[in-house]
């Protein structure tokens, strides 16, 4: 088994059912935060941890993001002779990545969504990037997570402590700590509050070694009528060790809409071109609505 993480999987063929009627027939991966989609924000997370494959799972309705990655000769030749050089740059610099998508004919869950990635993946351990968990650019918890993997040649899955009301919208653990990180004992995808074993939630980022697709391919619907990745992790316990990594620093659920808009105004405030005038928009709103 190789040494280190190379590949990443971005799981985008979601219905994005919490956004409609914005993902009726756009990608939710698509959408900006600010002027950047959200799946950018995960490939230059992937890129800042030295990952250097990456494939998207793709469904229906979204092909914008095979072209957002691809060349736009007609746009890049208007923006050179007028001379927007920083424009340019902007939407060249991904160009040197190659990318590859695997689609989902049907959307059966993120368990059967990384699945579909196993041609590609083969016998490497890999990331899993949910590109709705949107992170601050200089949030290093990938990289974390990865020189844990390093360190224990174990599945590594992110973590989050959330408020014990909104347990049911996520996997949750129960785990304990072992030097900084939680050696896991059991997982719930989406458990009653009184159910929960902790108030730990998974979150988008997972070191996952191959060994989980042979669970995945006999895995059998869970909450929802999915194949949730959080069932096959729990047999997965049954044969190794899977640590927990909890976060240091902000996430935000953009594919829920409260979460996307705080996403907004966070990334908002901390833009240069934009953080003074939006700052002052914002206080002006906040008195007159106060
Ligand atoms: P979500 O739980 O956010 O589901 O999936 P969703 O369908 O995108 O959105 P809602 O809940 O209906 O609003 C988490 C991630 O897994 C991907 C999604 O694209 C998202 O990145 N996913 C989910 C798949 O790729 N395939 C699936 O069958 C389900």
């Known amino acids: 088994m190789k040494r280190t993480i190379k590949k990443a999987i971005f ?8 956004f409609l009627p914005a993902t009726k027939a756009s990608p939710k991966e698509m959408m900006p935060i600010v002027d950047k989609p959200l799946i950018q924000y995960a490939v230059e997370e992937a890129i800042s941890c030295g990952i250097e494959e990456f494939v998207v799972i793709t469904g229906k309705n979204k092909r914008a993001i095979e072209d957002h990655f691809d060349s736009a000769f007609e746009l890049e030749e208007k923006l050179r002779n007028s001379g927007k050089k920083k424009l340019l740059d902007e939407i060249n610099k991904l160009s040197h990545i190659n990318f590859a998508y695997i689609r989902q004919r049907v959307a059966l869950g993120l368990g059967h969504a990384i699945l579909c990635a196993q041609p590609f993946v083969k016998d490497e351990p890999f990331a899993v990037i949910l590109s709705d968990d949107v992170v601050d650019p200089g949030c290093v918890l990938l990289k974390d ?7 224990l040649k174990c599945p590594v899955i992110a973590l989050e402590e959330v408020p014990t009301s909104e347990v049911s919208r996520y996997g949750v653990i129960d785990g304990v700590m072992d030097g900084g990180i939680y050696r896991i004992k059991d997982l719930i995808e989406k458990p009653r509050p009184e159910e929960a074993p902790s108030n730990l939630a998974i979150i988008g980022r997972y070191i996952l070694t191959p060994d989980i697709f042979d669970i995945l391919e006999k895995q059998q619907p869970g909450a929802g009528g999915e194949i949730q990745l959080t069932d096959a992790l729990r047999e997965l316990l049954n044969r190794r060790v899977i640590y927990g990594y909890l976060i240091k620093g902000t996430r935000y659920d953009a594919g829920d809409k409260l979460g996307y808009l705080k996403a907004t105004v966070d990334f908002a405030l901390k833009n240069d071109e934009l953080a003074d005038d939006f700052r002052k928009y914002l206080l002006d709103r906040v008195k007159q609505t106060a």
């Open 11 to 18: 799981p985008a063929a979601g219905l994005g059912t919490r």
């Open 145 to 151: 997570m990865i020189k844990v993997y390093e360190e």
